[in-house]
């Protein structure tokens, strides 16, 4: 698997370091899949309680 530095020299002009470090270490920390499916069900019930507060 490529790193996210690796693609970040490719993308980013003049491949300067300094950019690369300043955007890794302003990236979101990482959560594994339950922890997102988590997020995305607690997520998906506020709307559908908001929705059917507003009808």
Do not use: G
Request: hydrophobic share 35%.
């Amino acid at each position: 698997m490529i790193s996210n530095e690796e693609i970040l020299k490719v993308i980013l002009p003049n491949n300067h370091e300094q950019e690369v470090d300043e955007l890794n270490s302003n990236s979101l920390p990482s959560i594994t899949h339950s922890e997102a499916i988590e997020h995305y069900d607690k997520k998906k019930a506020l709307n559908n309680i908001l929705f059917l507060r507003d009808k």
